[in-house]
């Protein structure tokens, strides 16, 4: 008689062997697919752990996965930046996050906050309205 393994997160006694398990791992609206990993998941409510070979293929997909769109983040605040006109400088004193902030987001260091990109954005369909934000801001 087989024993069954109770999920550490609901309670129930239905983890499931898999071998050929698929993930989907998704960040910043950017999404990769991996197939073939194996674990033990809940069919109750879907948690479940990777065995170590695959957890490692999981771990290396998702660093890939922010890296890349870190870069593609990087390049659209850049090009959004230039478009308007701004310096680095001026770009921080505008939208705030510190002196370096524009050089470390164009370099892909960190990630502008959600309300930094929604600006960004606004400006890239609107540009006229930067010379308005200037008049409020030391950028001017």
Partial sequence: MSRSIQCTSCGSYSMVRDD?????????GESITLTGLSGWFCSSCGDGWFDNDSSIRVSEAGDGLVLRTRELCSQEVRRIRKKLGLTQKEAAAIFGGGPNAFSLYERGKIEPHT??????????RNPNLVDEIKIHTHAA
């Fill in 20 to 28: 050929n398990h698929t993930e989907v791992i998704t960040h910043n």
């Fill in 115 to 124: 309300s930094t990109l929604k600006l960004l954005h606004l400006l890239d």
